[in-house]
């Protein structure tokens, strides 16, 4: 007790994530047959694990025994070609969580202050706290972010501000040209860090620009996972570009080892995985309209969203979770983030998608 009590305040102060419910935990909890549940809380891929990632993973089964290589070098050198960014650049994390945190614990500490926008991505709350900075949340405009405010609202002591885009759990999007109107007047001892996690699921016309931006704005850091598009989020690999004194700065606070061995191949593998990549592209893009027309049919309105993902307004939300949960459908409730009335649904397999909107009528049914 005492030894906690001692605990840093803001460390105390901070209230975990909240990750979406495993299968195997509800069917324990509800006697339910894990096979019969469908999971769509927390992006995942429905169409699984790139078969390339899938093959090198295989071939690296039988060096588990050693150490994973410190640097990476194998997953570097694959971020340089397909990027053509140098090495000095890339920072690899234990998922796009890990950069976030190490970017945070680098340049962050109490008495300094740290902006992101309201209905962003909970990590960065929760990153800022850590370092026992002050975090400044700005309101969002039309559930995403409103960087003329988030401007306005830099401090002499913010160091760092924190976009996501698109945006978790809201799915809205920022333009090329807005960023870089925003990061032209960002002070330049302040870090922008751009969260990219859903870009593969925007359109080419839509891509980021960001990576050109790299040599011209110093204080961006770029970061990115293999969770969502390539399939990999239980492997847990992601990585940052930037300048590269900044992710010189990133590493020194990295563990040695964060990277294991077999996220370092596969990620390097579904890297080149075109094929993969532009299936989970398109099953999105024929999921997200299935969902979205069954929303509509089911009178229900929601953000239109630019990720792999949607989030719906339906009222006393908790008690619809937890009655989709009874019929064997996990979404996320997203209350933590500010937005009680609404639930995010992941975008699945058109049988998943089929299911959830069927269990959505009959609770909708139900409560009438
Ligand atoms: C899912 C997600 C991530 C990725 O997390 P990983 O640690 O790479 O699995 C990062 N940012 C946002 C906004 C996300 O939604």
């Known amino acids: ?111 300094c202050s740290a902006v992101y926008s309201q209905y962003a991505f909970a990590v960065y709350p929760l990153a800022i706290q850590a370092t026992g900075a002050q975090g400044i949340c700005v309101p969002a405009i039309e559930y995403g972010h409103d960087l003329p405010a988030m401007l306005a609202a830099i401090q002499t002591d913010t160091r760092m501000v924190f976009i996501a885009n698109p945006n978790n759990p809201t799915g809205t999007l920022l333009s090329n040209a807005e960023l870089e109107t925003f990061l032209q007047q960002v002070p330049e001892q302040v870090i922008v860090v751009l969260d990219e996690a859903y870009c593969e699921y925007l359109p080419e016309n839509l891509q980021p620009d960001t990576l050109h931006w790299l040599a011209r704005f110093p204080n961006l850091v770029v970061t990115r996972t293999f969770s969502k598009a390539f399939g990999l989020a239980g492997l847990r690999v992601g990585y ?71 989030t719906f307004r339906i009222g006393n939300a908790t008690a619809m979770y937890r009655r989709l949960l009874e019929k064997g459908v996990i979404v996320r409730p997203i209350g933590a983030y500010g937005l009680p009335e609404h639930l995010r649904v992941s975008i699945g397999l058109a049988s998943e998608n089929h299911q959830f909107l069927q269990a959505l009528e009959s609770v909708m049914e139900e409560v009438k």
């Open 1 to 111: 007790m005492i030894a906690c009590d001692l605990a840093p305040a803001h460390i105390r102060a901070i209230a975990p994530y909240q990750p979406g419910k495993p299968i195997d935990e509800l069917a324990r909890e509800l006697g339910l047959d894990p096979s019969g549940i469908v999971k769509l809380a927390s992006n995942e891929n429905p169409l699984g694990v790139s078969p390339k990632a899938q093959f090198a993973m295989e071939e690296a089964l039988g060096s588990l025994a050693l150490y994973p290589d410190g640097n990476g070098h194998v997953l570097k050198s694959a971020l340089m070609k397909h990027w053509q960014v140098d090495i000095t650049r890339i920072v690899l994390g234990n998922g796009s969580n890990d950069v976030l945190e190490m970017v945070a614990r680098a340049f962050l500490q109490p008495g």
């Open 240 to 310: 940052a570009l930037a300048q590269a004194a900044v992710a010189d700065m990133m590493n020194r606070v990295r563990q040695p080892f964060n990277v294991n061995s077999l996220a370092l191949v596969a990620a390097a593998a579904a890297l080149e995985d075109d094929d993969f990549i532009a299936r989970s592209y398109a099953a999105n893009r024929l999921g997200m309209q299935q969902i979205t027309q069954g929303l509509q049919l089911l009178g229900l309105s929601f953000i239109p969203s630019y990720g792999n993902f949607v």
